[in-house]
């Protein structure tokens, strides 16, 4: 019920979103043409025409930077500032067709770049104040008792925990928990608002006497002995039921559901890219983007490749064993940015500040990422992916399989250049532990958008390192 509720507040969103893009952007054009007094090769239908390309554009945008996801509202800031690279990359992507398209019509040499500008303000703009008056006009009706399904919940675990937490972080759910129903709670004992107020045996006179709107069973796994029993009563009541296991210490990602003839099987772990067809349209994606990459950054390899060179003796590119997909190894290649060093010396040493086996260019190429590029043709060769966990040397995953839980999970997808885990500042010298926890997220909610946004933000804050040495 949560989730369709959601996915009904998504969809109504996503028109809400689409009418506000349709309205800067003519919002735009009456500053532009009507109260500044502009003039323009192009009518008023060539200029609107526009929308039917814009509007889907900056939904998928929106879409891509997590805008029509479950989020908490006390996370304002964060929002606005996803509109506002959102609207950016948007930006330069109209500014980048109208220089393509500029040799094939003359006309998209008169769209205002002024207008432009006036539109990427106006729909920021408009985008904060609309989602505040959402959030607001949801609270008003909670307020009014409106927009509420009360529920309870059955049986005290860390699953009843993380349920209040999810919800009350996402009031614009609409659910109200009236309170907790627990064998071994005593009764009054709170959990963030939340009160356990009987015990489960009491859950058929509760049901008639309450009228809850949804009961959730949340039950310890030491207490599923009686989930037979409390399942039969909740469904005699009418009242729907949804079942919140409490297997988060077993399973602490993700499952997925399948049915095999009859009997449902609960897969450990949801990996989207083991099906092919995901598979096949990332791979498309690698290789299209690593050839762009490869033309776009092929001046600034090349001046790399001068310097190194110009400076520092031993070869130009320096290949390093990694442990790739399905655990097998393979050369990942960088510009070298350290003094020639046995093998031997460097295999089991993690560079470290002021590390004096690092030249003068190296420090630069380091800290820019510039050093990461020749990636791009272990792109093509199949050895890695645009996106990806990063992969490691050897030596460094035999010691983290036996110390980081799920570590290995990391080798069912392709190693990348960047990542999730890098974006959100786990690069160099960082907690193994955190970078595992967004490897692990990014490789259950793999889709092509992520990866989009994932290279979009890779622009923003990933190429400068701060932890690079």
């Known amino acids: 019920m949560i989730k369709d509720n959601q996915q009904h507040f998504n969809r109504l969103h996503v028109l809400i979103d689409a009418l506000v893009i349709a309205a800067s952007w003519m919002l735009a054009w009456v500053i532009q043409f009507q109260m500044i007094g502009a003039t323009t ?30 989020k908490s509202v006390r996370r304002k800031r964060v929002e606005l500032g996803k509109i506002v690279q959102a609207n950016t990359i948007g930006l330069v992507l109209f500014l980048a067709g109208m220089y393509l398209l500029r040799s094939a019509a003359d006309v998209t040499d008169y769209y205002s770049r002024m207008m432009l500008f006036y539109f990427y303000v106006i ?29 309870i919940l059955v049986g005290y675990s860390r699953a009843t925990e993380e349920y209040i937490d999810r919800i009350k972080a996402n009031p614009e759910w609409g659910y109200e928990i009236m309170g907790i129903l627990d064998d071994n709670v005593e009764c009054g004992m709170r959990y963030r608002g939340v009160q356990v107020f009987g015990r489960t045996e009491e859950i058929e006179e509760l049901l008639s006497r309450t009228a809850p709107d949804e009961i959730a069973i949340t039950l310890g796994l030491s207490e599923y002995s009686k989930l037979e029993h409390i399942v039969a009563v909740c469904e ?8 919140v296991p409490d297997y988060n210490n077993i399973i602490p990602t993700r499952p997925y559901t399948e049915d095999l003839m009859g009997l449902p099987v609960i897969n450990i772990r949801h990996v989207p890219l083991t099906n092919t067809f995901n598979a096949v349209v990332k791979r498309a994606m690698d290789i299209a983007g690593g050839l762009a990459a490869i033309v776009l950054f092929s001046p600034v390899m090349l001046i790399t490749a001068i310097a190194i060179k110009a400076t520092s003796p031993g070869p130009l590119i320096y290949a390093q064993e990694r442990v790739g997909l399905h655990n097998k190894n393979f050369r990942m290649y960088k510009f070298r940015s350290m003094d020639v060093q046995s093998p031997k010396k460097e295999r089991g040493a993690w560079t470290v500040p002021d590390d004096p086996r ?22 093509l060769k199949g050895d890695m992916s645009l996106v990806g966990p990063r992969p490691e040397r050897p030596f460094f995953v035999e010691k983290f399989r036996e110390e980081i839980p799920r570590y290995m999970i990391k080798h069912q997808v392709r190693p990348g250049m960047t990542g999730w885990a890098q974006i959100n500042g786990y690069r160099g010298n960082t907690s193994i532990r955190k970078r595992i926890e967004y490897d692990l997220y990014y490789i259950e909610n793999w ?4 990866d989009i946004k994932i290279l979009f933000l890779t622009i923003f804050k990933g190429f400068v390192n701060k932890n690079a040495y």
């Open 41 to 70: 090769g192009l009518t008023f239908g060539q200029y609107m025409i526009v929308l039917a390309f814009l509007v889907p554009v900056y939904l998928l945008l929106y879409m891509a930077f997590s805008l029509y996801t479950t």
């Open 123 to 151: 729909d920021i703009l408009l985008e904060g104040l609309v989602r505040t008056l959402i959030r607001f006009g949801l609270q008003r009706l909670r307020r009014k008792g409106f927009n509420q399904k009360h529920m």
């Open 236 to 243: 005699k009541s009418g009242v729907h039921t949804k079942f």
């Open 358 to 379: 690092v030249t003068s260019v190296g420090k630069i190429i380091r800290k820019t990422s510039i050093d990461e590029l020749p990636q791009l043709f272990n792109i």
């Open 447 to 450: 889709t092509p958008g992520f």
